[in-house]
T-cell receptor, first 112, second 112 residues
Framework: AQSVTQPDIHITVSEGASLELRCNYS??????LFWYVQSPGQGLQLLLK??????LVQGIKGFEAEFKRSQSSFNLRKPSVHWSDAAEYFC??????????FGSGTRLLVRP | NAGVTQTPKFQVLKTGQSMTLQCAQD?????MSWYRQDPGMGLRLIHY???????DQGEVPNGYNVSRSTTEDFPLRLLSAAPSQTSVYFC???????????FGEGSRLTVL
């Protein structure tokens, strides 16, 4: 069955430090992968997506993610975190033509 | 351009009552969906639609009904609310096979 696992429920980093959020997926075919961000009280916003080609994809707000087929992973990274990055982050896989299956999310806290 | 509009933003129901969560999009998206978000569980797909007159079940459809009479609207009906349906509900839409969902701001439902 298709699934997405985000092993870290919470992550705390200091402002200016680097960030990596983990995501593992289970999907039989070539996956289409996504990262979404949710600020408090808001809906989700797309950060970046991977369909094919270059395994390192760039997104908005300085985020990037790397697709590693051998590890079934699609980890999200940012070299220097800003206080405004505090939010919940969701990894997702596209199933068929339309359906997105989401992970359980990772809440990012940023220390001043 | 309003995007995806959900109403109401907040609702309190008693067990057994019925209600409809409204969702409208003005982007001419063929795909619309309803998710519920619960702490630690991410977003789970309730129902989705790939066009007017076409709906299908997602991961957690029990207790919910949908219909899609127009491209723009996709209401979610709770026929007999239960405390287990206390959640935040998100409506989302997209073009085919992009995976880029546009989310509404959510509807917080409490069932007493």
């Amino acid at each position: 069955a298709q699934s997405v696992t985000q092993p870290d429920i919470h992550i705390t980093v200091s402002e200016g430090a680097s960030l990596e959020l983990r995501c593992n997926y289970s999907y039989g075919a070539t996956p289409y992968l996504f990262w979404y961000v949710q600020s408090p009280g808001q809906g989700l916003q797309l950060l970046l997506k991977y369909f094919s080609g270059d395994t390192l994809v760039q997104g908005i707000k300085g985020f990037e993610a790397e697709f590693k087929r051998s590890q079934s992973s699609f980890n999200l990274r940012k070299p220097s975190v800003h206080w405004s990055d505090a939010a919940e982050y969701f990894c997702a896989v596209l199933v068929g033509s339309y359906k997105l299956i989401f992970g359980s999310g990772t809440r990012l806290l940023v220390r001043p | 351009n309003a995007g995806v509009t959900q109403t109401p933003k907040f609702q309190v129901l008693k067990t057994g009552q019925s209600m409809t969560l409204q969702c409208a999009q003005d982007m001419n998206h063929e795909y619309m969906s309803w998710y519920r978000q619960d702490p630690g569980m991410g977003l789970r797909l309730i129902h989705y639609s790939v066009g007017a007159g076409i709906t299908d079940q997602g991961e957690v459809p029990n207790g919910y009904n949908v219909s899609r009479s127009t491209t723009e609207d996709f209401p979610l009906r709770l026929l007999s609310a239960a405390p287990s349906q206390t959640s935040v509900y998100f409506c989302a839409s997209s073009y085919q096979r992009t995976g880029e969902l546009f989310f509404g701001e959510g509807s917080r439902l409490t069932v007493l």
